[in-house]
Structure formats: structure tokens, C-alpha cells
T-cell receptor
Framework: DSGVTQTPKHLITATGQRVTLRCSPR?????VYWYQQSLDQGLQFLIQ???????AKGNILERFSAQQFPDLHSELNLSSLELGDSALYFC?????????????FGPGTRLTVT | KNEVEQSPQNLTAQEGEFITINCSYS?????LHWLQQHPGGGIVSLFM???GKKKHGRLIATINIQEKHSSLHITASHPRDSAVYIC???????????FGTGTRLQVFP
């Protein structure tokens, strides 16, 4: 158990809908990263927050947004969902600001868009 | 060409064999991560290294910064080592990770 929690575990929704994925980092970790893993593209970095502030953006679509709250949990909002958004979404946390700190991964949320 | 390349893509071994998985990268890095993804999907960080060599049990990771190459070795492989192994580069001066496509390892008894 990494200490990182993600909810929900599974999510099935229809095209055009909006969903929110939630991540709680390990106790004491200030950074939260979001990743997408689809069958055809592997793992991709989406976005990072450190202590409530956005630090880095990767291949995140405009339909997607995220935030980190004062209690350090983070939410990833996916809107106008398309079939291609079906994927595993992982969050990870680390103690420091840079990606050269060890990251601890949550169990993931499997999103299926029908 | 991907900025982080892994080889081989698939690897089959008999229990007890010595395994090597390679990772080459073309970007400047601050660190190189090795991750293990279990068949159920969960991801575990195995190593993070910026120079030299690290060992944890039967796993050894090495990195050659000049050659931009890292290897993950598994000694005395076991069926429970069957998983996907992924290397990821922490890009220098950013907070981004770029992932390799992974190596699927199957170890048979």
C-alpha cells in the first residue's frame, strides 16, 4: 500500500459527460502528479501540483482540468468525454517539488467511456 | 523517435535466469526512474537514480549519464517478477516525467 488513495476505482460513463477523479496523497507529501495510461499511448504525464499551485503541464487536453486543495487532495475533472478518453488515470505523490523525488502511485481509476 | 526508448518490448524467461532490461533516453535528465506495473495495474516505484548503481534485493539498476543509458537487472528471476517494467526520465529543469513504452516480462517456472 503506497498510502496514496484514489476514488473511484472504476467509472463507466457516456460520451459528452463530465467526471471528477479524486486523489489523496501520502501524509506529508506536497506534490501530486496526474498520469493517463491508455492502451495505445502508454503512460503520459498530465499535470503536477505542488502545495496548491500548478507546477508543470504535460499533454493535458483543454477539456481536462485539475486542482489541488488546501488539504492537499487533488481532483482531475474530465469534461465532454470522448471514447478516446477511456484509460487508467493514476495519481502519484512525492514529498518535494521536482520530479526527481521518488513518486508513490495510487491504485488508479479505470475510466470507461461508452 | 521517442525520447525514452526501452528494449526489449517483451521478454520471456525461465525461473532462475538473469534478466536485463535496457532504457535509453535523448533528453537531459535530473533522474531516471524504474517502475513496476503488476498485472492488476498497480504501479510501484523500484528505483530512482541519477548516477551509478542501486541494489534492492534481487534488483539492480545502473545508469551511465554520458551514454544516456540505464539498465535494470533481475538476478535469479522468479514467476512473481512477471510484470511490466517502465523507465521514466525526469526531464532536467522541469517537473515532467517522460515514460518509456515498457517491457513486459514473463517468468515461467
Amino acid at each position: 500500500d503506497s498510502g496514496v488513495t484514489q476514488t473511484p476505482k472504476h467509472l463507466i460513463t457516456a460520451t459528452g459527460q463530465r467526471v471528477t477523479l479524486r486523489c489523496s496523497p501520502r501524509s506529508g507529501d506536497l506534490s501530486v502528479y496526474w498520469y493517463q495510461q491508455s492502451l495505445d499511448q502508454g503512460l503520459q504525464f498530465l499535470i503536477q501540483y505542488y502545495n496548491g499551485e500548478e507546477r508543470a503541464k504535460g499533454n493535458i487536453l483543454e477539456r481536462f482540468s485539475a486542482q489541488q486543495f488546501p488539504d492537499l487532495h487533488s481532483e482531475l475533472n474530465l469534461s465532454s468525454l470522448e471514447l478516446g478518453d477511456s484509460a487508467l488515470y493514476f495519481c502519484a505523490s512525492s514529498v518535494g517539488r521536482g520530479s526527481y523525488y521518488e513518486q508513490y502511485f495510487g491504485p488508479g481509476t479505470r475510466l470507461t467511456v461508452t | 523517435k521517442n525520447e525514452v526508448e526501452q528494449s526489449p518490448q517483451n521478454l520471456t524467461a525461465q525461473e532462475g535466469e538473469f534478466i536485463t532490461i535496457n532504457c535509453s533516453y535523448s533528453v537531459g535528465i535530473s533522474a531516471l526512474h524504474w517502475l513496476q506495473q503488476h498485472p492488476g495495474g498497480g504501479i510501484v516505484s523500484l528505483f530512482m537514480l541519477s548516477s551509478g548503481k542501486k541494489k534492492h534485493g534481487r534488483l539492480i539498476a545502473t545508469i551511465n549519464i554520458q551514454e544516456k543509458h540505464s539498465s535494470l537487472h533481475i538476478t535469479a528471476s522468479h514467476p512473481r517478477d512477471s510484470a511490466v517494467y517502465i523507465c521514466a526520465a525526469s526531464v532536467w529543469n522541469t517537473d515532467k516525467l517522460i515514460f518509456g513504452t515498457g517491457t513486459r516480462l514473463q517468468v515461467f517456472p
